[in-house]
């Protein structure tokens, strides 16, 4: 009796120890899969800090495709579809020739043979099919003509719009501002654009928000993969702020004169700023800067720095190191002699 009372009592501890130890693996496990949570959540915050900042500082570094209005204006139109040949008719002759050529025997004229109509039969469905497949191809040559119609009317129209646009007709210009929408992205990044057309030259006026639109803090990963905060020096925020304004100011130029021919542009960037003598928030320009077109194409657009191609363009900005941006006036639209 004695020794089945201690057997029990060492199976008791023997479960104790066990579910104790599950315990500890449970334990364990939760904490290996909140680590690598925590890790994964670190790694996704520092991925989309460089991203973002990669974002601010490269805007300048795309457009819209380019728009060539001399290839539009001598588009030619497809030639007007040709109608088809009628569908052979070999089959209706061969059936009328059969009909034509049957003489009725002795049974069919008793009434014990239908020769003559299965081939009266044979040729009505001769004629019908013949008929099905002149309607087909009609209606498929009247669709054909009417694409073709509406294809000729839409390259005439574009036509009309590239000479317009070639000979300098302001209003279609803004129109077509209006329609292909350059600025989308600009505009999504909480900017206003405003466009003041001319013929041979235009000028944006691009507002952009304050330089909160860079962040504050630098994250980054520790050795052990956790999430590190720090403040972010004032002088490397004013440093990627004056390249956002500058990516800004150059994109808004390069994505007007890719859907329009442009001898020049000249981009001044508005924003906020705080008038000493008043202690209001007033809309002032920080940028002014003309492009040229011919200063586009020498332009290698994915190595260049915003910030360091405004200085060599022709332009107003007055940028400190320390304290940012300070007013500028607006420069007066160059001269295209």
Same mark, same amino acid.
Request: net charge neutral; proline share 4%.
């Given at each position: 009796?004695?020794?089945?009372?201690?057997?029990?009592?060492?199976?008791?501890?023997?479960?104790?120890? +066990?579910?104790?130890?599950?315990?500890?693996?449970?334990?364990?496990? %939760?904490?290996?899969?909140?680590?690598?949570?925590?890790?994964?959540?670190?790694?996704?915050?520092?991925?989309?800090? $460089?991203?973002?900042?990669?974002?601010?500082?490269?805007?300048?570094?795309?457009?819209?495709?380019?728009?060539?209005?001399?290839?539009?204006?001598?588009?030619?139109?497809?030639?007007?579809?040709?109608?088809?040949?009628? /569908?052979?008719?070999?089959?209706?002759?061969?059936?009328?020739?059969?009909?034509?050529?049957?003489?009725?025997?002795?049974? +069919?004229?008793?009434?014990?043979?239908?020769?003559? @109509?299965?081939?009266?039969?044979?040729?009505?469905?001769?004629?019908?099919?013949?008929?099905?497949?002149?309607?087909?191809?009609?209606?498929?040559?009247? @669709?054909?003509?009417?694409?073709?119609?509406?294809?000729?009317?839409?390259?005439? +129209?574009?036509?009309?719009?590239?000479?317009?646009?070639?000979?300098?007709?302001?209003?279609?210009?803004?129109?077509?501002?209006?329609?292909?929408?350059?600025?989308? +992205?600009?505009?999504?990044?909480?900017?206003?654009?405003?466009?003041?057309?001319?013929?041979?030259?235009?000028?944006?006026?691009?507002?952009?928000?304050?330089?909160?639109?860079?962040?504050?803090?630098?994250?980054?990963?520790?050795?052990?993969?956790?999430?590190? @905060?720090?403040?972010?020096?004032?002088?490397?925020?004013?440093? %990627?702020?004056?390249?956002?304004?500058?990516?800004?100011?150059?994109?808004?130029?390069?994505?007007?004169?890719? %859907?329009?021919?442009?001898?020049?542009? $000249?981009?001044?960037?508005?924003?906020?700023?705080?008038?000493?003598?008043?202690?209001?928030?007033?809309?002032?320009?920080?940028?002014?800067?003309?492009?040229?077109?011919?200063?586009?194409?020498? %332009?290698?657009?994915?190595?260049?720095?915003?910030?360091?191609?405004?200085?060599?363009?022709?332009?107003?900005?007055?940028?400190?190191?320390?304290?940012?941006?300070? /007013?500028?006036?607006?420069?007066?639209?160059?001269?295209?002699?």
């Amino acid at each position: 009796m004695a020794r089945v009372g201690r057997e029990m009592e060492k199976q008791r501890r023997r479960n104790e120890r +066990e579910s104790a130890r599950q315990e500890r693996e449970f334990r364990r496990q %939760i904490q290996t899969n909140m680590k690598a949570a925590e890790e994964e959540r670190a790694r996704w915050a520092v991925d989309h800090f $460089v991203a973002t900042l990669n974002a601010i500082s490269s805007m300048h570094r795309e457009a819209g495709d380019w728009v060539d209005w001399t290839a539009v204006l001598n588009k030619r139109s497809p030639e007007a579809p040709m109608r088809p040949p009628p /569908p052979s008719a070999h089959e209706v002759e061969q059936a009328k020739a059969k009909l034509a050529n049957h003489r009725p025997g002795l049974l +069919e004229r008793w009434g014990l043979s239908k020769a003559t @109509r299965r081939l009266e039969e044979a040729l009505a469905v001769a004629v019908s099919r013949h008929v099905q497949a002149q309607q087909s191809e009609d209606s498929a040559h009247e @669709r054909a003509l009417l694409r073709w119609k509406e294809q000729t009317a839409r390259d005439e +129209e574009e036509r009309s719009t590239a000479q317009a646009i070639l000979s300098g007709d302001v209003d279609v210009r803004s129109q077509m501002v209006d329609a292909l929408n350059p600025f989308a +992205e600009l505009l999504a990044r909480h900017g206003r654009v405003a466009v003041e057309m001319e013929p041979t030259r235009a000028r944006i006026r691009l507002s952009l928000d304050q330089d909160d639109i860079v962040p504050f803090e630098e994250l980054s990963l520790t050795a052990r993969g956790k999430l590190s @905060r720090k403040k972010m020096a004032t002088s490397k925020r004013l440093a %990627i702020y004056q390249d956002y304004v500058c990516g800004a100011a150059l994109r808004a130029s390069r994505e007007l004169m890719a %859907i329009l021919p442009m001898h020049q542009v $000249v981009t001044d960037v508005y924003t906020d700023m705080l008038d000493s003598a008043t202690g209001h928030m007033v809309v002032k320009p920080i940028l002014s800067v003309c492009i040229p077109h011919e200063v586009l194409g020498n %332009i290698n657009w994915n190595r260049a720095d915003a910030s360091d191609l405004v200085e060599r363009l022709l332009h107003r900005m007055r940028f400190h190191k320390t304290k940012g941006f300070s /007013p500028v006036a607006a420069m007066d639209m160059p001269s295209e002699d």
